[in-house]
């Protein structure tokens, strides 16, 4: 099962490999249409990353929009569909963002690959801080050519048959009676772990 898990995982990611996220980009009504996110992009690629014209010519995005419900006083993040050579284009010129902006461009991952890159954070860190070379691959960390995988949860099987296991300890198990609702079968389970 976490093989299929991974692979379904891995295939996500290549999905997504050529989707940056923006965030804290200020929101105004109106701004809906993807034609007027791809001009604020523009803009901020011409603003905010120094990116040069010749360069900007080569910036296409097949799809952007804004995530999530509005919430006043909020600004939604913008998730864009770039071309390969434009995600290089803006990633390359990320350093030239001024350190007190509150923009932030990031590549854009599944949440599992999040947390997993999340958890190396840290070791990244201490290795670029003692000068080592260091980068992400996906959620993997490469340190002076060194791989690094996360640390895996001490759950090994999240899915575990409840029912199954708490046969092998019916003495301390509550159960609560059968429930059908819309054609489903629900039945509750108190194991002391």
Not at 107 to 118: G, L
Request: charged letters at 30%.
């Amino acid at each position: 099962m976490e093989d299929v898990n991974e692979r379904i995982l891995d295939l996500t990611c290549r999905s997504m490999r050529d989707n940056i996220v923006l965030k804290n980009v200020e929101e105004s009504r109106g701004e809906e249409t993807p034609a007027v996110l791809e001009c604020m992009l523009i803009d901020i690629c011409k603003s905010k990353l120094k990116v040069k014209e010749s360069d900007l010519r080569q910036i296409h995005v097949e799809r952007i929009h804004r995530v999530g419900k509005r919430i006043r006083g909020k600004n939604r993040n913008i998730v864009v569909k770039l071309s390969s050579k434009a995600k290089a284009i803006i990633m390359t010129h990320l350093k030239n963002i001024p350190k007190h902006d509150g923009l932030r461009i990031t590549e854009q991952f599944p949440p599992e690959v999040q947390a997993r890159r999340n958890k190396l954070w840290p070791k990244f860190m201490e290795a670029r801080q003692s000068g080592k070379e260091a980068r992400f691959k996906v959620d993997k960390l490469i340190v002076e050519k060194e791989m690094h995988h996360p640390v895996k949860d001490q759950i090994t099987d999240i899915n575990m048959n409840v029912t199954e296991k708490s046969m092998q300890i019916q003495p301390q198990t509550k159960s609560t009676c059968v429930t059908t609702i819309d054609s489903g079968h629900y039945q509750g389970h108190a194991v002391p772990v």
